[in-house]
């Protein structure tokens, strides 16, 4: 028996849920949960009287995620971060068949989407969209959309009667109407109640105005329905009785448009002028690629003649109709539902998120020496419970602690923590990570996750490090989330922020950041020079320019190095003078990092021979662009013109010591002796 | 005019309120007619590159204890101040009646204050400014509609009037009467503050070498420094016996306490000259980044009222310089400092208590204070 939450974030979620509350009921091996976030109109988010009470009525208890106890699953149509650690898996359903900016690899998506195990898409061209992202590193299969299984499956109520309870005669057309709610991409402002001249004795026009249009549409469309025998209005949240029923849909960038056209129900799109004002407008979402559904309509008498037309001719869309359907639906079948339960159930069964995608092993060093029991324990945890990336622990300086500790930690994470301090053979394996750590470092759920995901998404880089460790920021997250109202200077709550604000962009790199934590591309230039450094923990300075990516998704915390300075007097013991000392020294050098050279304190130790810096002026036009980018810390720019460089000229040494200098892997062609490789 | 005038005295930051609580204690003593009041703004921490406002709990909790009379941000407008007194050109955050008076908290312009630029109309927004010295009505006077007045640097006024003594004010740190001390007062941007210039190695002006003594140094960070500077500094001060932490928001006492300043564009550094002490300045090689650089304002026109340092090996060294030759430059101090802040007679919150009744058309209150004094 696996157990399901199924949590409703927004209104507009609850028609794609019921569907699959439908399934889940009936399903044997599944028991059923069903959360909702608190009501909040202003934000948008909860759900409303109206629709709690529609849950009731099916006989189900709504209640908040932190009631709800652990659960195999959670689905959701929006992976927010609160849904962090409350089920085993997380599995992100459609909820619209258009992008709105906001899905299928548009806009922000990208950080949001990664939150969930599993992405279940409506189509192939869904699929499609999200793999050219770049950004999404789950699972994504396509399933259809739940809300359409019970018209595709039959198992909505038959058409007829559905037309009696809403008084449609016999000989009357039904037209629905139903428009999205944001200003800049609603119909409901330009049409508002002169949309009622599309009723007449021969039309039924339903009216369903989006929740989260405001009280005085809904009011007037009320108003419209007592003031005309031929005007009802939709009041359940459930769309798919109306849809059924309708002859025609008339709407504007509504999914609802969509979702008529894949039922081949003939649509008539009422024009926008102001969508590109939309904040999230994205001319590559479906709605602007896939609009030729049918007419385009700017006026009512257009609108009026448009649904004319296409009552009288309904199928002379449906070749169109058909074409959109094909890229826009997987399913056809009714077979929604019971394929996410399936693609669930099988999802718990095995650990599906690193076959489905490839993922790279990640192997941890930990260095633990001189750490505490409670460090150690706590970054262990970090990474194998929290970190969401399949991954190996190897812990570096655990001679001293006893026998049955490390028993222990090996009997609760069985084949993923080892002692062997990392052997050679996997710090050169190129098909794997690797993640110095230093014991006593942790990270909210995911961590790990996001931040190897920045080496998948940047093949030219080879080093990523989080954007804040140990309340010393490499990019200040403070400041750059600085329009937040009352800032929460907790590492739990940056990391919060900058997930949705910030998640997927690459930072220029900048000074080397302290090793607390810093991943490597196992077998690169850069992982041969620094790994015996940091074992060593002989970093190298601040002046060495060594090009990490910043990873502004990820904040971690130290937890072992905070000395409560106001506490101190001037009796400090050993232990804790060699700390604050080498605290004193992290800060200083994390406070000069902008400082030239001659004004640093630490004084620079070559621990190779330096390289002979090259003239830009001496170099051909490509490497003297790549020199650039490197200096401007543009490396995957830089990468693509050595590499083209040295597949036009192999060897040259030019394009080689600039490859090296700034740690960029290019295909093979720089290797330690500094040749072809 | 019969009725008592409510005068608010409204602090932006808590480094506000040593410019204006002088003001306060005398219309207490003077003018006990007068109801004064202590309010802020919802505190809002400061964060890395971003000033907060407000007090915290624990500040009007001190305000209380101090005897003010606190009134709540909300209860501001109900109580219709016939004057508002801050120590900052906050015009726009006020949003009740009653007159505006800045009196302003520093010396020197960073490109905001007391500089020929359009920004400094905003002043125009005032009743009444108030300026430390005779320099800064000079420069404000032809650019302003609204009186301008020269009152003093009303957080002297102790300083002038013999309270605070170097003496009393090594007594309230700890620190011994004979030893040599550097105060270090840095401000808290990145491209013009000591801080990154100098960072750790600050401790080594209180090692005994080059017959660095019994020397101490003094830590007093600005209000706005980022966290990490904090953290470190508190650490340090926690490592060295010699090194002290400040964590008032009054510099005041730091400035009396020490023999040598070191200091960068802040506008400690014109409070040190006017307090006849030797200053060090450090430039941050990033100086001319700042966003607001404007090499005529006077934090950068004079520079040769300190021994200059860009580098920490001749920050100490100048260090050593200004204990040996503590004459050094004393004439470029007393002159700067007599346009900085004018005499420091202990009378500038008399002078701008008196300008602020006499805004109020308070003639009867000004000739029974003056009376009274």
Not at chain 1, 53 to 82: N, Q, W
Not at chain 2, 34 to 56: D, F, H, K, M, N
Not at chain 2, 60 to 82: C, F, N, T
């Amino acid at each position: 028996m696996l157990r399901a939450i199924v949590h409703l974030h927004r209104a507009s979620h609850l028609p794609h849920a019921i569907p699959l509350l439908h399934v889940l009921r009936q399903a044997k091996n599944w028991q059923l949960v069903v959360t909702r976030t608190a009501y909040n109109m202003a934000d948008k988010v909860g759900l409303p009287p109206l629709y709690e009470e529609r849950l009731h009525r099916l006989g189900l208890r709504v209640m908040p995620l932190d009631e709800a106890g652990p659960a195999d699953v959670c689905f959701t149509f929006e992976p927010v971060r609160e849904l962090a650690g409350c089920a085993d898996k997380i599995v992100q359903l459609p909820a619209s068949l258009i992008g709105k900016g906001l899905r299928y690899g548009g806009g922000s998506s990208v950080a949001r989407d990664n939150l969930a195990d599993l992405q279940i898409v409506p189509g192939r061209w869904h699929a499609e969209r999200l793999r050219r992202s770049g950004g999404i590193f789950v699972p994504v299969i396509t399933a259809g959309l739940p809300a359409l299984d019970p018209i595709l499956g039959g198992w909505v109520a038959p058409r007829e009667m559905l037309r009696q309870q809403l008084r449609i005669e016999p000989q009357q057309k039904a037209i629905l109407y139903a428009p999205t709610w944001n200003p800049e991409l609603s119909s409901a402002p330009l049409l508002w109640t002169r949309v009622r001249t599309l009723a007449t004795p021969e039309r039924v026009l339903i009216l369903r105005p989006h929740p989260y249009l405001p009280d005085e549409y809904q009011q007037a469309c009320a108003e419209l329905e007592k003031g005309d025998a031929n005007i009802r209005v939709a009041r359940e949240p459930d769309l798919q009785p109306y849809l059924h029923v309708a002859d025609a849909v008339v709407s504007d960038l509504s999914s609802v448009a969509w979702e008529a056209a894949v039922l081949d129900k003939p649509v008539i799109r009422f024009d926008t002028p102001n969508h590109r004002e939309y904040t999230r407008f994205d001319d590559t979402d479906p709605e602007y690629k896939l609009a030729n559904i049918g007419p385009l309509v700017r006026t009512l008498d257009e609108l009026r003649e448009a649904v004319d037309q296409e009552l009288a001719e309904p199928q002379q869309g449906a070749d169109l109709r058909r074409t959109v359907r094909d890229q826009l639906l997987a399913d056809t079948q009714g077979t929604t539902c019971a394929r996410i339960l399936q693609a669930a159930g099988e999802l718990v069964q095995r650990d599906a998120s690193s076959a489905a995608t490839g993922r790279t092993t990640v192997n941890v060093l930990v260095d633990a020496r001189g750490a505490s029991l409670n460090a150690v324990d706590g970054t262990i945890e970090a990474v194998l419970d929290r970190g969401r990336e399949p991954a190996t622990v190897h812990l570096l300086g655990v001679a001293n602690f006893a026998p049955d500790i490390i028993s222990g930690w090996q009997g609760r994470w069985p084949g993923r923590v080892r002692t062997d301090q990392l052997p050679k053979q996997l710090a050169a394996d190129p098909t794997s990570h690797l993640l110095l750590l230093k014991a006593g470092t942790v990270g909210t759920h995911g961590w790990l996750f996001r931040l190897v995901n920045h080496l998948r998404r940047h093949a030219g880089l080879d080093a990523v490090a989080p954007l804040a460790v140990g309340g010393r920021p490499v990019q200040e997250p403070e400041v750059r989330i600085q329009q937040g109202d009352g800032i929460d200077p907790a590492y739990e709550s940056l990391d919060a922020r900058l997930q949705f604000h910030q998640a997927g962009e690459l930072l220029e790199p900048t000074q080397a950041p302290a090793p607390d934590a810093i991943l490597l591309r196992a077998g690169s230039p850069l992982t041969t020079a620094l790994l015996p450094r940091w074992r060593k923990r002989d970093w190298p300075d601040t002046s060495e320019k060594i090009p990490v990516g910043i990873a502004p998704d990820v904040v971690l915390e130290f937890t072992g190095r905070r000395i409560n300075a106001n506490r101190m007097t001037s009796a400090l013991h050993d232990d804790e003078r060699a700390r604050a000392e080498e605290r004193v020294r992290e800060l200083s050098q994390w406070i000069q990092r902008g400082m030239p050279p001659r004004i640093r304190n630490v004084k620079a130790e070559s621990h190779e021979p330096a390289a002979v810096s090259l003239d830009p002026a001496t170099l051909s036009g490509p490497l003297r662009l790549a020199h650039h980018y490197i200096e401007q810390g543009k490396l995957d720019r830089a990468g693509e013109l050595l590499e083209r460089a040295l597949h036009e000229s192999p060897g040259d040494p030019a394009a080689i010591q600039l490859a090296r200098q700034a740690g960029i892997s290019v295909n093979g062609y720089v290797s330690a002796a500094g040749g072809k490789s | 005019m019969s009725d008592a005038p409510r005068i608010l005295f409204y602090i932006k930051r808590n480094l506000h309120l040593p410019h204006v609580e002088p003001i306060l204690r005398w219309m207490e003593t003077h003018t006990p007619e007068v109801q004064v009041r202590v309010s802020a703004p919802p505190w809002i921490a400061p964060t890395e590159g971003l000033p907060g406002t407000g007090l915290t709990a624990a500040e009007i909790d001190a305000v209380k204890a101090k005897g003010l009379q606190w009134l709540p941000y909300g209860e501001i407008a109900d109580w219709s101040p016939d004057a508002t007194i801050m120590a900052d050109a906050d015009y726009a955050g006020l949003h009740w009646p009653g007159k505006l008076v800045n009196v302003n908290h520093g010396l020197i312009s960073k490109g905001w204050y007391y500089t020929n630029k359009p920004g400094v109309q905003r002043e125009n927004q005032g009743d009444l400014i108030c300026v430390p010295g005779p320099y800064h009505a000079e420069v404000l006077t032809p650019m302003l509609s609204k009186p301008v007045v020269a009152t003093g640097l009303v957080k002297f006024d102790p300083v002038g009037r013999g309270e605070l003594t170097q003496q009393t004010a090594r007594t309230m740190f700890g620190l011994p009467l004979a030893a040599e001390v550097v105060l270090l007062a840095p401000t808290f941007n990145m491209e013009l503050s000591a801080v990154p210039v100098l960072a750790d190695r600050a401790r080594e002006l209180v090692h005994a070498a080059a017959g660095r003594g019994d020397r101490h140094l003094l830590i007093k960070l600005h209000g706005m420094a980022p966290p990490v500077w904090q953290e470190m500094y508190r650490l340090l001060a926690a490592l060295e016996q010699r090194i002290h932490y400040v964590d008032s928001a009054d510099l005041t006492p730091s400035l009396m306490a020490a023999d040598v300043v070191i200091s960068d564009v802040s506008s400690a550094y014109m409070e040190a000259i006017a307090l006849d002490r030797p200053v060090v300045l450090v430039d941050n090689p990033l100086q001319t980044r700042y966003f607001n650089y404007d090499p005529n304002d006077i934090e950068y026109r004079w520079r040769d009222v300190g021994v200059r340092a860009k580098t920490v090996d001749e920050a100490l060294a100048a260090v050593d310089h200004c204990f040996a030759n503590p004459e050094e430059k004393v004439d470029a101090r007393r002159t700067y400092g007599r346009k900085l802040v004018g005499d420091i007679d202990g009378r500038a919150s008399e002078r701008a208590a008196l300008a602020i009744l006499t805004l109020l058309e308070r003639e009867e209150l000004v000739t029974k204070a003056v009376a009274n004094s």
